[in-house]
């Protein structure tokens, strides 16, 4: 086996103790380490994965050759920025970064420096929906609905960058085209930030995308359905598969066909932290760059825009400052 990646984990709250553990099953990979702003917490993962608590962050960037950053968006830049200065690749978690001008200094850097720059947009490695895209050839029309329970980690980022984003993605991963028309609104119902929002967006080659995302609702719902001439897709999130539905008219009397589609089975945050090592190892691409993931926070922007306008309509007052996006 090749020569394992140290890795460092910048960042170990709830989401960032998962990278943290799964990290230590990437074969890949030798997680040396956690950092975070909270000595406590890092040495608690840190005893518990038997590996070093560094007590600041150019500690950390000295010791490896990756990290993967799962701080919140409002620090995003900064630390790539410090990243990339000491040679060391980065994967960064939704969304790229706070704005469209940091997420292109961002790009820039890397690709001036040579660095591999990836984006935590995990919906990408989920087994259904990898399946789903094989098959795709012509989406035309999407209806979404991605719906969770509040949450007070919620409190402080618009529902739009906090959920719908993963969704923006991946249509536009699925149309490969220019969007051209976007409408939506959204309210603030448990926070001064959105909580939930619809937005309808049109694109260059026709394809129409209705997406709604809400933290407000009494049940988790993950729906994420779509039409091609002939054909219906369905994206099962939580068994990780999808099924095609289309006419079969091969008998005497057309009949509805079902097809599972299924991928390798997988866990996709193992999947997307797999790519990632790969990347830095074969200095490749990833399969979500940072120009994929400046496009998810344009669209995700364009969105929220939109949103402002009509709450400006009808006098509804949002929490959100002019040009930035993600937490506080």
Not at 93 to 104: C, G, Q, S, V, Y
Not at 155 to 168: G, Q, S, T, W, Y
Not at 323 to 328: D, I, L, R
Request: charged residues 25%; neutral net charge.
């Amino acid at each position: 086996m090749s020569e394992k990646i140290p890795i460092a984990v910048l960042g170990v709250g709830e989401h960032g103790k998962k990278h943290a553990r799964e990290l230590i099953q990437v074969k890949g990979a030798e997680l040396v380490g956690v950092y975070d702003l909270r000595p406590g917490r890092a040495q608690e993962i840190a005893a518990e994965l038997g590996v070093r608590a560094f007590q600041s962050l150019d500690e950390a960037l000295g010791a490896v050759r990756a990290v993967t950053v799962v701080i919140p968006t409002t620090d995003h830049a900064a630390v790539a920025r410090q990243a990339f200065a000491r040679g060391v690749d980065v994967l960064l978690e939704k969304p790229i970064t706070r704005t469209l001008d940091e997420a292109t200094e961002l790009i820039e850097l890397a690709e001036r420096g040579g660095r591999i720059l990836q984006v935590g947009h995990l919906e990408r490695f989920n087994p259904g929906v990898a399946a789903a895209r094989a098959a795709t050839t012509r989406p035309m029309f999407f209806e979404i609905h991605r719906m969770g329970v509040f949450s007070p980690r919620s409190l402080d980022v618009d529902v739009v960058f906090d959920l719908m984003i993963h969704d923006l993605d991946l249509v536009l991963w699925m149309v490969d085209s220019p969007w051209k028309d976007v409408r939506a609104v959204g309210l603030p119902v448990l926070s001064n930030k959105v909580d939930i929002a619809n937005a309808r967006v049109e694109f260059q080659n026709g394809a129409v995308a209705n997406l709604t995302a809400s933290r407000v609702s009494t049940e988790k719902i993950r729906k994420f359905r779509y039409f091609q001439p002939n054909e219906y897709f369905s994206i099962d999130f939580t068994r990780r598969d999808a099924t095609l539905i289309r006419v079969d008219r091969n008998g005497p009397t057309p009949q509805i066909a079902f097809q599972k589609l299924t991928g390798p089975p997988q866990e996709p945050l193992r999947a997307e932290l797999e790519a990632f090592v790969e990347s830095v190892r074969t200095r490749s691409q990833p399969l979500v760059g940072g120009r994929e993931g400046k496009q998810a926070l344009a669209l995700a922007e364009e969105v929220m825009n939109c949103i402002e306008q009509h709450a400006a309509l009808v006098n509804v007052q949002l929490g959100r400052s002019v040009g930035q996006s993600g937490e506080s």
